[in-house]
């Protein structure tokens, strides 16, 4: 198993980071939360699983190890596959989720794309005894991921956005619906405006 990669940052793209390991690009799969903290040319560590299906070796990319392990944990529960667990890592915290389960809120659950009521309903069941007491480490993720970037809020969040699956214009209007809210703050958090910009989409469809 591939534990974690360390090296520049080579590339960045919508889902993924291209990291130089050894002469070698590792190509990672990341949150948008996390593409948002890494910068082409600076220094990288990235904490990873593999996933190995039949036609494909995958790797995916975290902040931290408490990060990679919600994400296999959460592919323990019946029809969460990586990509599932992906998405809700991308609108919630490990923590957040944590609190999530063991709060019963189904309304944060299906504030994932891809998740409905059934689903988070099955979801609370399944993880209540897998996902352990919160950590601490939502307030030290928030302030990683508020890092200013090479681009603006809401270009980041923009693309972001498709890289979940939206439409352009489905982003367009999400960002447009939470200017209000960035432009509160001098420094606005992106991880914190995708969550609400999600909500915006769940709410219109």
Known sequence: MIAFVSGPVAALAPTTAVVEVGGVGMAVQCTPNTLSTLRIGQQAKLATSLVVREDSLTLYGFLDDDERQVFE?????????????QAMLAVHTPDALRIAV???????????????KKGAQKLLLELKDR???????????????SAPGPAPWSEQLHTALVGLGYAPREAEDAVTAVTPQAE??????????????LQTLNRAR
Do not use: F, M, W
Not at 131 to 145: C, F, H, K, N, V
Not at 184 to 197: E, F, H, I, S, Y
């Open 184 to 197: 509160a703050t001098a420094d606005p958090n992106v991880g914190a405006l995708l969550k609400a910009a």
């Open 73 to 85: 944990l959460l592919q323990t529960a019946s029809g969460v596959g990586p990509r599932l667990a």
């Open 131 to 145: 996902l352990g007491a919160p950590q601490g480490t939502g307030a030290r993720l928030a302030a990683q991921r």
């Open 102 to 116: 063991a709060g019963g809120d189904e309304k944060s659950l299906t504030a994932v794309p891809g998740i409905g």
